[in-house]
């Protein structure tokens, strides 16, 4: 796309298209007819007719065939044209073939049984394929590899299509036939239909007859073994294990290993896992035994308590079994990088690994620091992958002229950044973060010239960093009349809510290169059209506005997605995915690769549980054994296709099996033979269905860019249906029925440029599928859930990838309320799904999705219902120990065991996963810690919010002040921001604790005796005291000070509870006051 190195803005529905900063005005001009096409199967340039029309053997698709191609299909191959799958119609001058008595269009008598032709070319092909030898990479053999003077065209292989261990290499011969044309067309060698007879050989004549011994056959198999042989010199490498599979390249011997799979699973062993299932089905069954137990044993004197609890209890089980069976088939995978390589990137040969457009998404540069987004393009930048397969498409939700300026100087420094990397290959590969490693020169025997270049590039990032700040500096003020570019221009972008759409092409155009003279990868900046009166959609919606306008400038077949603060800490990240997306065998089934969030700058301890390694570590791989991850909203892998809503290819079944042995009125055959009837109508429906889904039309039709063709004569209603699902963009809907990505061919930069700015446009996705089948699905605030959840409905399945060092880190909020906050964002967009259409309860069945993977994403939505149970649960044991009550009746023995056998499960569960899952005891109980803060906290607020936002239409938000702040390391582990999300865990603390208090001093007061109840309620309060511990610290902040509002928060609600003492007084009998004589005598 040559833009001139200028930003395009503009808006479809006002006929507004500008280039700004242009020397002359910018105007869009027509795109250049398409010339000469080439087949797509040998490669010739396909003829005119005598009307000067080319040939199109397609009528459907216009798929690119030759005549020979196409005759030769018709004749020895299905029939049907390669890409749309749709039987070849005769066409005038060809022979009459099968199946074409019942399409007559016309009478054609000349050429009706004109076979000889082609007799000698598909002689010859067939010779050639059924012996595998001769041909060029792309399976095609070319004139000037063949020497055809002299030999009989009647003569066929003389070994009748296999090799003969007892001949010598040097005596084999091939007998190939004289041919006309410049190519000969192979049949494939699985074509049974051409048989070769038998032909007696005379012993009596000499071997030179038959083509033994001929000097052009020695040279042939010298060619063919210097060739096998340059295959075979990448086949021998460390690490090699077993045997390959029989994949498409004929070329490649059988045991090569760029033959083999790009990727294995790696079962967890079951001296782990079998135990593990073990003691679940052990848990349910004490579980059962539990809740008989507290069932059939109320407590009369405290039942409000008693029902209370039982229902919790009973919630909790539910919600467990929801969170635990998902696990029940965990996996590893294992990827082969350098599989891919010997497939994919053959030496001598370009690249043939897959496109990637990679999307950056932000919003507003003032809370997403420009300087972390820079970090996070330029390790995109920098990744190891093709550079020509790489483009990276920055989303600035925000129109911010200070993205806009930072993404400017942010491709400068690319132009040095990049080379830096590559040739030291360095990682991580944004620069923050590498130059903070620390690295010991001496030590690791460095290169004395990397030290040099990494001490010049470490200034020259100082002095980018020194620049970005002083941007940010500047945005600060922002001048009454808006922001004005450098030649005197308005920024388009000045009113957030009212801007038309813009894009600049900062690399990948105008011969922009690095400092050593090479080419690099596409970065464009893309701010969607914004007006009033229009819904936007947030993040999903900009996500989609990615979508479109990378599908009509780059249109790669896969899409990686981060937010602006993940960087690519792995440059094989992308290879890594690729082993997954571009494997033959599993990949097309396959809609995204997620990767695992991982995290920089928490602290040691990790608090709060920010890392969430539970999460990432044990759910997800338990998922991966199953249907796949879940989407995360970030580090995601995608297949294009399955974003604009397609159903995954599914296997052809075999066909079913019928005996003939009984007669016909015999009821189980007759029914089976009138179930095959209708299957194969119903069949013919669905296939018929799907042709007219799939169905590709000429594309030369783009609007103001490529002549169109006649619209009566064209599909017309496919086409409305393709504008109804995807827009009204002639480009875009071209781009989208290319499934291996791709540009049309034909279209200019200008019309490419015209339609980008039009699928941008605000009112594009009006009356369309876009958020509803297509695309980042809207609905709710996390967008991501309910994108995975849809391509699962539609049959596809997702993998987990773990590659041991982390493909992409990020940062995350460690203080206490800005984590809070972030849960009650999650914890929102579920309640938000929930409460719609798509809930996973009774959405989505009988589609594609596997049950326990249903499971696992109804335990994804309902679990902010379980903040209700849980502050209930929470606030029972400081009830109990200020009334006395207890929600359990005096234990017996048998109790006393049902109850140790719970705990017993649990713990050893734990254990169990923390051992097959590799997570440490910390993190697992930092989890469970903030489970508790986070359930009686934000899933409570969130559940409120999301009633109020669904059921009556109120959108409320929680604010968030900062108060203080500390220096030094992890000073945002310190700040305290106060929010009325801290309310509930802090009322439960103190009310926990003064229960401790009361109870405790009401044992010591009434003596031993009242020790043994109280144990019971001790146990409960502190077991609720423990879990919110991180909350109390949070609080506290350093320990050297105590902020105000802690104070007066603990005296209120401690005089609260003071009142609430002198109420019950506990220490006053039961029974009423007991008056005993004095024992002294007063008198």
């Known amino acids: ?47 005119f007719s005598v009307d000067g029309e080319p040939f199109v ?45 019942d399409e007559d269009e016309f009478d054609d008598l000349e050429h009706e049984f004109d076979y000889n032709e082609y007799e000698q070319q598909h002689l010859a092909g067939a010779a050639l394929s059924s012996r595998g030898i001769g041909r060029t990479a792309s399976g095609i053999t070319t004139h000037s590899e063949m020497d055809p003077s002299g030999v009989n065209s009647e003569i066929p292989l003389l070994t009748y299509g296999q090799e003969d261990d007892t001949i010598s290499a040097d005596k084999h011969a091939l007998i190939i036939p004289p041919f006309s044309g410049k190519r000969i067309h ?16 005379d012993p009596k004549k000499d071997l030179a007859v038959y083509g033994y011994g001929t000097v052009a056959w020695k040279e042939r198999m010298e060619e063919w073994k210097r060739k096998q042989n340059e295959k075979l010199q990448v086949v021998k490498h460390q690490g090699a294990k077993g045997g390959g599979d029989e994949l498409d390249d004929a070329d490649l011997p059988k045991m090569d290993e760029g033959r083999q799979p790009l990727s294995r699973k790696i079962p967890i062993p079951s001296s782990k896992i079998s135990p593990y299932r073990i003691v679940i089905l052990l848990r349910m069954a004490i579980l059962g035994l539990f809740f008989h137990y507290r069932i059939r044993h109320p407590v009369n004197d405290a039942y409000g308590l008693w029902l209370t609890s039982i229902i919790c209890e009973i919630w909790f089980a539910i919600s467990w079994i929801f969170d635990q069976f998902p696990k029940w088939f965990p996996i590893k995978r294992e990827t082969y990088l350098d599989r891919l390589s010997l497939r994919y990137e053959k030496e001598g040969k370009p690249s043939e690994l897959a496109p990637i457009d990679i999307f950056v998404s932000t919003v507003d540069p003032l809370k997403e620091p420009p300087l972390i987004t820079a970090n996070t393009v330029l390790s995109i930048l920098a990744v190891d992958y093709p550079i020509d397969k790489v483009a990276c498409y920055v989303s600035d939700d925000g129109a911010a002229m200070l993205t806009f300026e930072a993404l400017s100087e942010t491709s400068e420094f690319a132009r040095k950044w990049v080379p830096f990397c590559k040739k030291f290959k360095i990682e991580p590969r944004a620069p923050e973060w590498y130059f ?33 700040n002083a941007l940010v500096a500047m945005a600060q003020k922002v001048p009454e009349e808006g922001w004005t570019m450098q030649d005197g221009t308005p920024w388009p972008g000045n009113n957030v809510r009212d801007h038309p759409g813009m894009i600049q092409v900062f690399l990948g155009q105008n011969g922009v290169r690095d ?106 791989k338990g998922l991966d054994g199953i249907q796949g991850p879940i989407y995360v909203g970030t580090g995601c892998v995608f297949r294009r296709q399955a974003l604009y809503g397609y159903d995954a290819p599914k296997k052809a079944k075999p066909p079913g099996k019928t005996c003939n042995c009984w007669p016909k009125w015999c009821c189980c055959c007759f029914g089976s033979r009138k179930k095959t009837k209708k299957g194969k109508s119903k069949d013919n429906k669905k296939k018929t269905k799907n042709r007219e889904a799939t169905q590709i039309h000429a594309l030369e039709n783009i609007e103001e860019g490529i002549e169109g063709v006649d619209s009566e004569k064209s599909a017309l209603m496919p086409q409305v249906k ?10 875009f809907i071209a ?33 369309t599928e876009w958020g509803k089948e297509v695309g980042w699905i809207y609905g709710s605030v996390t967008e991501d859930i309910l994108t995975g959840f849809k391509m699962h409905c539609h049959g596809w399945r997702s993998v987990y990838c773990m590659p041991k060092r982390p493909a992409f880190k990020g940062s995350a909020p460690i203080n206490l309320s800005d984590r809070l906050h972030q849960v009650l964002r999650w914890a929102l967009g579920s309640v938000e799904i929930l409460l719609s259409r798509h809930c996973p309860i009774w959405y989505g069945y009988g589609c594609g999705l596997k049950p326990l993977e249903r499971f696992s994403y109804i335990n994804s939505v309902v679990y902010p219902l379980t903040s209700l149970p849980l502050l209930a649960y929470c606030a029972l044991p400081a009830v109990c120990l200020l009334t006395g009550k207890f929600i359990v009746p005096e234990i017996s023995n048998y109790a006393s065991i049902i109850f140790m056998g719970m705990f017993i499960s649990i713990a050893v569960t734990s254990v169990l996963e923390m051992q097959w899952g590799g997570v440490g005891i910390d993190d697992l109980w930092r989890n469970e810690q903030f489970w508790v803060i986070g359930g009686v906290s934000s899933h409570f607020f969130a559940l409120i919010q999301g009633l109020l936002k669904v059921l009556a239409g109120v959108n409320t938000n929680f604010t968030v002040t900062s108060k203080a702040a500390d220096d030094g390391e992890f000073s945002d582990l310190y700040l305290f921001k106060w929010t009325s999300l801290l309310i509930p865990p802090m009322t439960l603390m103190i009310i926990n604790i003064i229960g401790v208090m009361v109870g405790v001093s009401d044992a010591i007061n009434n003596g031993y005796e009242s020790w043994g109840p109280l144990f019971g309620r001790l146990f409960f309060a502190l077991w609720v005291i ?48 007991i008056l005993e004589v004095c024992g002294l005598d007063c008198n």
């Open 735 to 767: 781009s989208a029925l290319l499934e291996n990505g791709g540009v049309p061919a034909g279209a200019t930069s200008a019309s490419l440029l015209k339609e980008a700015i039009h699928v941008i446009s605000c009112g594009y996705e009006d009356k």
């Open 57 to 101: 053997a397609c009528n459907e698709c216009a798929f690119p065939v030759c005549r020979p191609c196409y005759e030769y299909e018709r004749r020895e191959g299905n029939q049907a044209c390669p890409q749309c799958k749709t039987r070849y119609k005769r066409i005038k001058g060809s022979p009459r073939v099968d199946g074409d008595e």
């Open 186 to 201: 192979p049949m494939p060698s699985s074509d049974s239909s051409m048989t070769f007879p038998p032909r007696p050989m």
């Open 1 to 47: 796309m040559d833009t001139k190195g200028r930003l395009v803005a503009g808006s479809h529905n006002r006929n507004e298209f500008v280039l700004i900063n242009a020397d002359d005005i910018g105007r869009v001009t027509s795109v250049k007819e398409l010339t000469g096409q080439i087949c797509q199967i040998c490669g010739d340039e396909i003829e």
């Open 436 to 468: 903070a490693l620390k690295v010991d020169y001496l030590r690791d025997k460095v290169e004395p010239t990397f030290v040099r270049e990494r001490r010049a590039m470490k200034r020259e990032y100082e002095e980018f960093k020194v620049r970005i």
């Open 515 to 620: 400092i050593e003279g090479n080419e690099l990868p596409r970065l464009i900046y893309v701010s969607r059209e914004k007006r009033p009166g229009y819904e936007h959609h947030k993040k999903a919606g900009a996500m989609n506005s990615l979508i479109r306008v990378s599908a009509v400038i780059s249109n790669a077949p896969y899409l990686l997605n981060v937010d602006c603060d993940h960087y690519i800490n792995n440059s094989k990240a992308l290879r890594e995915a690729m082993c997954f997306m571009m494997d033959p065998q599993a990949g097309k089934k396959i809609c995204y690769v997620q990767f695992p969030q991982r995290f920089d700058g928490i602290d040691r301890h990790d608090r709060y549980s920010n890392r969430n390694v539970v999460f990432f570590d044990i759910n997800m």
């Open 722 to 731: 393709f504008e109804k699902k995807f827009g009204q963009s002639p480009v």
């Open 1026 to 1073: 423990v879990h919110l511990y991180p909350f109390l610290k949070g609080f506290m902040g350093r320990q050297d000070r105590l902020p105000t509002i802690i104070v007066v928060w603990s005296f209120l609600l401690a005089s609260i509870f003071s009142l609430l003492w002198v109420r019950i007084n506990p220490f006053l009998s039961r029974d009423g006051i």
